[in-house]
């Protein structure tokens, strides 16, 4: 099983605690979620553009998952990790990779825009993989 992820949203993940733009699309992230948590090995193929978080946007919202913005958003964090379009990780990897190259402070640069940034949840989540402790365990949402 491989699951799709776009460039943003390995650090949205990160920062993940039960919250979402619908009720549909908050279950969907849980379910992502659990299984990067239960099984850190998972495959994960980075891809440009909507992925497999954005396939549950609700249709009743704007849908930003195409804008410029959101676009550039993922290329800068890909490339900060060093990671590839089209390339599959396993997910562990990619949490070395959070660990090694992103810290707290940079989440308020790089997400300016982000509607959940208020929340300080994503710069907790970098946080803890910055300091080894991992992904909180889903029943703590």
Known sequence: M???LRGHHLLCL???RGMGYSEPFAKNMLEVYEQLWQEPSTLVTIVRGPDDLCGSFPCDQPNHCDSQNVLERDSFIRNHL???VGE???W???LDQVKSNVQPQHIPEW???CPWLSYGVCEEGVGRIASGEGLLSPASF
């Open 92 to 94: 562990q990897q990619i």
């Open 88 to 90: 599959s990780y396993p």
């Open 111 to 113: 997400c300016a825009t």
């Open 2 to 4: 491989s699951i799709q």
């Open 14 to 16: 990160l920062g993940f």
């Open 82 to 84: 060093g990671l590839e």
